[in-house]
């Protein structure tokens, strides 16, 4: 089948589905990497000054990429179909630090060259390398994606990097999400100023292309809950089996054959990240670190799957089970479980005290943590805590199940009582994270920074006052602000306010979009904010604070029961 990139006339098969982008930048080399709908020849990076000269591709095609009823692509699917992806990946060495090269790449179908346009590439930055790093995160080919990252280019210029908190797609095996959906606002598209999503304001439509950034600015990812597909089928849609995920042990249990278990087993019968790994070049696939100019950067998988948050018994959601199913376990979802330990003693978080005790990361001016789940926000999805379910599994006198319903101790938090003091012990400078889609910041007593910047195309929303999450009301979980302690810290510069013109500590607004900028010259990271009812206004930054030194007269919000 044939498909329309760009939402342009002329199909994938005569061009190439997406730009370049950058990745895995060294001293002296980066990786360059694009997609097409063919197999080809000849895939090659040209560069240099006159683009003289050349580094040959090797190339991989995307195992797990489907379409279904529910995509939105020019050509419609009636049913699950494999989508025939491949991905083309140069390594170019030769490079001198702090020297910017142009490059282009060039794909041959049927002895037609079909190239790119011209970019620049540089490798990875030295230390005391002035840098502008973007922090973004929930793209989700929400509605104003693209018009955030046309503003940051069109404040900020180009970035040397993104660091991107998870949650770049929806549906991760969806492949029109990452490519070519036809709403103009899929995830390369947009960071690639290549979208063409229509947003509509007040009756004012406004056609925002997005940013020309991970052309010439090499991506750094993490993972987010929508990063990992759960059971794997041939049949049942895509959205279906996203939220299909169960826990590894689970799905053990449940075996047939239990001779047949291994990885590739459990990933069908679990959860896997295996598209989000084949699309990326990472250090390591699922958490990792790096050292880019100043930062030291340390990315954790630290993210659990999303469930409804629905209190009636006719859902399957992470109270409860629904109902329907008691009596079939194949079909639970088992709470909001956890894809990868970060409780102490867990792999991850032994490696994570080996990178923080090595010098590469204690010598560093900045040091960065980046992960998906808050430790700390005004946003929804703080709720429950961040640990493993504890089931309660109730039968009658048969043995029939009448009921299973989870709980999530707050004490057992692996974020908090695990992780932070262990981040806070090292001296981290900014923890970045997202999944609540908004803006708001906190500092630690000891002068942690805490960001969360996902306001970038939607909000959930900020629970403060008379705005409650939904939770259930015989447990002791936080209904407002923030269940982990640290007040919300109003922005310093142009913060929003309220009716009664007090000033808010948070963004959470679907007009409003936010992006924020880590600037290794000043030492600050700066957010500004756009607001999409008014195209023609202007982004107005609203907050800036200092990485190194904590700031005694920061205003707080007052902290909420």
Known sequence: MQHSSYLLATMNKDQLLTEPFLQLPTETSIQVIWFTEFFGTGHQVRYGEKLEKMAPARTSKLTRVREDAQSRTVEAYQSLTDREIWRHQAEITDLNPGERIPYQVTSFQENTAIRSDIYTLTPRPKKGTNLKILLTS???????????????????????????????????????????????????????????????????????KGGEIIQNAPLFPAIGNHEVMGRFSNSRGLNEQFEDAIPEFIAKNLAEDTAAINKKWLKNHAFNTDTYEEIFSLPQNKYYSLTFGDIRLVVLYVTNIWRNTNLEPNARGRYYENQRDLDRPDRWGYGQHIFEPIAQGSPQYQWLEKELNSREFQEAKYKVVMFHHPPHTLGVNIVPPYTD???TIQRDTTGTVTSVRYDYPQENDYIIRDLIPLLESAKVNLVFYGHSHLWNRFLSPKGMNFLESSNVGNSYGAYLGDKKRPVPLDRNYAAIGNPNGLPAIIPNIAPLVDWVNQPLSYIASNDLTVFSILDTEKGTVSSYRFDTRYPDSEVIKFDEFDLLREKKTESREPPCA
């Open 138 to 208: 929930d793209h989700q080919l929400m509605p104003m994606t693209a018009a955030n990252l046309q503003k940051v280019s069109e404040t900020i210029g180009q970035v040397d990097a993104v660091f991107l908190a998870g949650d770049l797609v929806n549906i991760p095996d969806r492949a029109s999400e990452w490519f070519d959906d036809s709403r103009g606002g899929a995830f390369f598209p947009c960071l690639q100023g290549r979208a063409n999503y229509t947003l509509t304001k007040n009756g004012i439509q406004t056609i925002y």
């Open 389 to 391: 379910p504890v089931p």
